[in-house]
């Protein structure tokens, strides 16, 4: 009897396994026949799935924050503070950091590629244009401005850690940050904080 193949879960475990061939190789230089060596498929069968490189990571981005979301909402099923939200939202970046590590260095290294055809659609924007509001939401936070400043902090620090320019762990920067907006907050809003009972 002939094997029943999920082709479906069968595409998205190939997705899995590319991501760390885009972070090993790069996304400018790794090709199809490159891709299916390091799968261990053929190329016939890898261009079966998807049509070209560029298909296989816009899928891939999908596919990672598709299950970033899903991980971070997990996270915050029982938080019941924005604090807590937060601070669990730091622990999981914590925890996952070599993934996010790898995560930048491939979409920095997209982004140089297709800068270079301002025809060519970014996936980058779409995707944060997307998932920016929807982790804001998750988290509690109602200002678009600490939000984007959030990330962009955490970026940087992730940057930071890449390059060996900082002496503090990541997971100092992490604490260091999640005082500041609590401060922030204290100063700016404190009918947030008071309604958290984070006084007491």
Known sequence: MPKIVDHDQYR????NRCFDLFAEKGYSTITMRQI???LDVSTGTLYH?????????????????????????????????VSDRIKRGFEFVERKQDYF???????????????????QPNIL????????PKI????????????????TFVDGICVSQIYGCSAASFSTHLQ?????????????????????????
């Open 12 to 15: 998205r475990e190939l997705l």
């Open 49 to 81: 799935y998807f049509s070209s490189k560029e298909a296989i990571f816009e899928q891939l981005v999908e596919e990672m924050i598709q299950q970033d979301m899903l991980q971070v909402s997990n996270e915050m099923a029982t938080a019941k503070t």
């Open 125 to 132: 924007e779409r995707v944060c244009e997307r998932i920016q």
């Open 136 to 151: 804001s939401e998750i988290m509690g936070i109602t200002d678009p401005q600490i939000a984007e400043f959030i990330f």
């Open 36 to 38: 299916a060596k390091g």
């Open 101 to 119: 590590f790898k995560q930048l260095l491939i979409f920095t290294d997209y982004y140089q590629q297709i800068r270079q055809d301002s025809n």
């Open 176 to 200: 260091l940050l999640f005082k500041m907006l609590m401060a922030y907050f204290e100063k700016y809003d404190p009918s947030l904080l008071e309604s958290e009972n984070l006084h007491s």
